[in-house]
């Protein structure tokens, strides 16, 4: 739950930096209206569920900023996010979920836990395979690719 907080906060933070030179008021407002969630959901999750109304405390509030800051930046900017973009990433995620989710509940134990982690990341990355990587990411790819063996740092001294 909090790994889940703070993947949104850092994806809704991107957000924040355009609002933040745009329109700083807007920006204060979703601010204070994320802190006033988060005590108020704190001060109600905390003593009834413990840690795990810590962890709820937080990602709510994170919840509520990104959600403030998607509307607006769809309104500011006239911007609409390419959902069609999102579909390979789900379909890897979703695919390589069942056997690391069965491994991690059919064996206890920290190592167990980890040889699961690993599963989903073997599995992730087979789907990725699989399905293959759109043209514009592909793009990217060759992009830093190429970066990476121009940069100095790449290159062997002599």
Not at 115 to 144: E, N, Q, T
Request: charged share 15%; net charge positive; with cysteine.
């Amino acid at each position: 739950i909090i790994a889940t907080a703070c993947a949104m906060n850092a994806f809704f933070l991107l957000g924040e930096t355009m609002l933040m030179i745009e329109h700083p008021k807007i920006n204060l407002i979703n601010s204070a209206i994320a802190f006033t969630a988060a005590v108020g959901f704190n001060l109600i999750f905390i003593p009834a569920l413990g840690p795990l109304g810590a962890a709820f405390g937080m990602l709510i509030p994170y919840a509520i900023q990104g959600i403030l800051r998607g509307i607006q930046i769809t309104r500011i900017f006239h911007w609409r996010w390419p959902w069609r973009a999102l579909l390979k990433p789900w379909v890897a995620a979703l695919a390589a979920l069942p056997c690391a989710l069965l491994f991690r509940f059919l064996l206890r134990g920290i190592g167990f836990e980890l040889a699961a982690a690993g599963i989903y990341l073997v599995g992730y990355f087979l789907v990725w395979k699989i399905i293959g990587l759109d043209p514009s990411d592909r793009a990217v790819l060759d992009h830093l690719r190429r970066k990476t063996e121009t940069s100095p740092v790449a290159r062997p001294a002599n």
